[in-house]
């Protein structure tokens, strides 16, 4: 498989506290994981870089505007506290719909509902 050329291997379960037997603790797993993800993102930017002429500077500005849509340049995208258009309940950002009252959520990116 192509995962295991990678040294990577695909789990059933994303949650790392499914890993409970594993000699590795929680932040190691993590920490593994987010390692594996840097190499993914830079290899997709090696291929958008190559195929659009986008810069490393313009990478850089680029991030810096989409680190402020959230409002705060801090290096991390808040989501926040979203009120169900229907009844006014608090929604749980990993559900498209209100658990209350079924009303379908629409997000602004993609990106609020992970
Ligand atoms: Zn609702």
Not at 76 to 89: A, F, M, P, Q, R
């Amino acid at each position: 498989m192509l995962y295991a050329n990678m040294g990577m291997r695909r789990e059933s379960n994303n949650t790392p506290s499914s890993n409970s037997g594993s000699s590795k603790g929680d932040l190691e797993i993590l920490t593994d994981r987010f390692e594996k993800l840097k190499l993914v993102n830079l290899a997709l930017w090696t291929f958008i870089k190559e195929a659009h002429g986008i810069t490393e500077e313009q990478l850089i500005e680029r991030y810096k505007q989409v680190d402020m849509i959230d409002g705060s340049s801090d290096g991390k995208l808040k989501v926040g506290i979203k009120k169900c258009t229907k009844c006014g309940k608090t929604l749980n950002p990993k559900f498209e719909k209100c658990q209350y009252c079924g009303t379908i959520v629409s997000f602004g990116t993609i990106f609020e509902a992970i």
